[in-house]
């Protein structure tokens, strides 16, 4: 009996020996809080990442546990790496460590990962306007993917000519420079990257023609406006030459073309129009008189046909010897009849 209660005190002295020493650890900071890192907190769907947990006391045998959530994923002595794939949201964390030495333990912050996506190759637009001496340009940067913010960088050549500038709006990052007219010729790009390591994108390398002191600041304007005169004269010359022709073709064709009147059958025969004067109306001099008439086959069948009105005109003319009667009679006045 006396052996099992010589035990207890013996534990229980252990005990408070253990408590006075994670106390005093504690108060001496000599067992601090473990770090919990990793290389970055930006990461693409399916990416592997290294989680690396240890303490700044490098002479205590410490124990490491990583959780997740409150899922204890892998237990370690010494300083602990876990190895994970992320590809899920659930993935992202929170993930903490815990380090412990005998019965006193401590936990790290907790540390979450964030799904971040690539930007695509930016797109560079250059616009210049030149006077005599100098020519002032401007540099637009745009990557119409990725997570925001994206950070944009402009060089000339390889060498950086502008600080970095942050977009957290879908819109392009601009950078005006200014250069003088001396003949050479400059190349131009910029990047892209947002908070992916090692992900950084370049634009194509646009190269600006060189120019002269001398040169004109408006021959750009001049030649587009030349090149507008001579497609509308070419234009023009179209109608004329092409267009115009055909018109006048297909006018004549249809000016000559038979007009046909009513839709009288045609058959083989001889046809005789048979018109009778209305002879119970006065007739008025110098005016046609209505006729009315009716087109007869040799079958004796009639077909109608259109009725047709002119007003003649008379001039009188001396008589010709072809037109003078065989009786020879004198008293006739001939005229000419014109429609």
């Known amino acids: 009996m006396w052996k099992k209660s010589f035990l207890m005190f013996l534990f229980s002295l252990s005990v408070q020996k253990a408590a006075l020493d994670c106390e005093r650890m504690r108060k001496t900071n000599e067992f601090p809080s473990p770090n919990l890192n990793s290389q970055t907190d930006a990461v693409m769907r399916g990416q592997n990442v290294s989680l690396s947990c240890f303490n700044q006391n490098k002479s205590l045998r410490i124990t490491y546990f990583l959780f997740r959530g409150e899922k204890c994923l892998s237990v370690q002595n010494g300083p602990m790496t876990f190895n994970l794939t992320i590809s899920e949201a659930c993935d992202l964390g929170p993930y903490k460590c815990k380090a412990q030495v005998s019965n006193c333990s401590k936990y790290s912050r907790e540390f979450n990962f964030t799904f971040v996506d690539p930007v695509t190759a ?17 540099l637009r940067c745009i990557s119409f993917n990725g997570s925001l913010p994206i950070n944009y960088t402009f060089f000339e050549k390889n060498m950086a000519i ?29 990047e892209a990257k947002n908070r992916l390591p090692d992900h950084a994108k370049y634009s194509q390398l646009i190269t600006m023609p060189s120019t002269g002191g001398e040169s004109c600041p408006f021959c750009l304007q001049l030649l587009l406006l030349g090149f507008l005169l001579l497609v509308l004269i070419v234009i023009s010359l179209i109608l004329a030459f092409w267009i115009l022709p055909k018109y006048k073709a297909r006018k004549a064709m249809k000016d000559n073309a038979p007009r046909v009147y009513g839709n009288t059958p045609m058959e083989d025969g001889i046809y005789a129009n048979i018109c009778k004067n209305q002879a119970d109306e006065k007739s008025v001099p110098g005016l046609l008189e209505p006729r009315q008439c009716v087109s007869k086959a040799r079958d004796g069948t009639e077909c109608s046909q259109e009725i047709h009105y002119a007003t003649p ?16 009679k004198t008293g006739y006045v001939y005229s000419e009849l014109i429609f």
């Open 122 to 138: 930016p797109v560079l637009n250059i616009s210049a306007v030149q006077t005599k001496t100098d020519r002032y340009i401007m």
């Open 313 to 328: 005109m008379f001039q009188e003319v001396a008589p010709r010897d072809q037109e003078t009667c065989n009786d020879c």
């Open 162 to 190: 502008s600080p970095a500038i942050s977009k957290n709006v879908r819109e392009p990052a601009e950078f005006n420079l200014t250069k003088n007219n001396t003949g050479e010729r400059k190349e131009y790009r910029c």
